[in-house]
């Protein structure tokens, strides 16, 4: 791809002074974001394109001043500040404009992390990813489904109809979704699509669970309002349940330390809303996991060759059924699954709970998302 003059799309970013609060400031992430040579990018969205999230545009700038106080310590990537995307007069063209920066990164190798702005932007995130991934994993962290009738151009509400739609998208995960904010016709359409929907306390139960799912993801998205109230106030609408910030840390960790991921998404900050600035320091440790787990990315399987990882075989009880093939790591632990499809055997994520439900007898729900599909 030709060298593309990223000063079209982004707006340099003014860096509030770093502080030292926490460190000392040659020990801060804000001292050391580089400028070349980086494999992490950050840009930020001001968008706010819902009347009742007013306030949502200053959400990059926040999120920044809490996320340089942090340690840059880290061992195998640098990381860099982009800046604000350049939004245009009409919403379309923050669309592609966030297409075509997250193309190029992605292109260069570069992992983009997208904060600000409200969860629309998946969609031209995954547009982004298109050249270097035909057929998407889409995973996305929300306490509501977001479909609605309203079908003109992606929004906050809406965005979903684009993902679950997308020819390239080939599956699709909902963490956290609570079952007050969801409406019949919404799950059953997601069933129809094959999307694999977590409620939240399938997530908080056994949040492990969740790490297979985002390690075999391609794109990651971030809803500040899957969050409690409690540990989360700084949004446009109040909700009372919801993951703990322990949990949204877990998640973004897990997600970070993916081989897969091309790019990150965190959306949904309105500072208006957040007084004491909480919300923001929440979202900025967010960021920091992800940026912790990708520093630690143990290059799996597919990049390392699945013979190396100790095979198991489940024999069936039953005489004429086929036999169920795992991988597992020495070094960490992870597990995989063979499973057959209607394009062959593929091997997918799993955990060491699903080898033990095959162990015993009984049917993960890995197999019956997969199996011959």
């Not at 840390?249 to 309105?270: M, T, V």
Request: with cysteine.
């Amino acid at each position: 791809m030709e060298e593309m003059d990223l000063s079209k799309y982004v707006d340099e970013y003014d860096a509030t002074p770093v502080t030292g609060a926490f460190l000392p400031v040659e020990e801060t992430l804000g001292h050391k974001l580089v400028k070349e040579n980086y494999q992490v990018a950050l840009i930020g969205v001001q968008t706010e394109s819902d009347p009742h999230n007013i306030g949502a545009r200053l959400a990059p700038d926040a999120i920044r001043k809490q996320l340089y106080e942090l340690t840059g310590f880290f061992h195998t990537i640098q990381i860099a500040d982009l800046g604000n995307l350049k939004i245009g007069k009409k919403k379309k063209d923050a669309y592609y404009a966030l297409a075509d920066v997250v193309r190029y990164l992605t292109n260069q190798q570069i992992i983009p992390i997208i904060i600000g702005g409200t969860q629309e932007l998946t969609v031209p995130m995954s547009e982004g990813i298109t050249d270097i991934c035909s057929k998407q994993r889409v995973s996305i962290i929300d306490s509501k489904i977001d479909l609605s009738s309203d079908n003109t151009i992606p929004s906050a509400h809406n965005y979903l109809k684009w993902i679950i739609n997308k020819k390239e998208v080939s599956e699709t995960n909902l963490l956290g979704i609570q079952n007050y904010y969801c409406c019949e016709w919404q799950v059953k359409e997601l069933a129809n699509k094959n999307c694999l929907v977590k409620r939240l306390r399938e997530v908080r139960d056994k949040i492990y669970l969740c790490e297979p799912i985002l390690r075999d993801s391609d794109l990651f998205s971030f809803d500040i309002s899957a969050i409690r109230q409690s540990d989360a106030p700084g949004r446009a609408i109040s909700i009372p349940n919801g993951l703990s910030n322990v949990n949204a840390c877990e998640l973004a960790h897990y997600a970070g330390l993916s081989d897969s991921i091309l790019a990150y998404g965190l959306f949904g900050l309105n500072p208006s809303h957040d007084a004491s600035e909480a919300t923001a320091a929440l979202a900025a440790q967010i960021i920091w996991h992800i940026l912790s787990g990708i520093d630690n990315r143990y290059h799996d399987y597919p990049q390392r060759p699945i013979e190396e990882y100790r095979r198991f075989v489940v024999y069936p009880k039953v005489e004429g059924d086929t036999q169920t093939i795992f991988y597992n790591s020495l070094s960490n632990r992870r597990w995989w699954i063979e499973i057959p499809t209607a394009e062959g055997n593929k091997i997918f994520a799993c955990s060491q709970d699903d080898y033990m439900q095959f162990c015993n007898d009984s049917i993960p729900d890995i197999w019956m998302r997969h199996f011959m599909k």
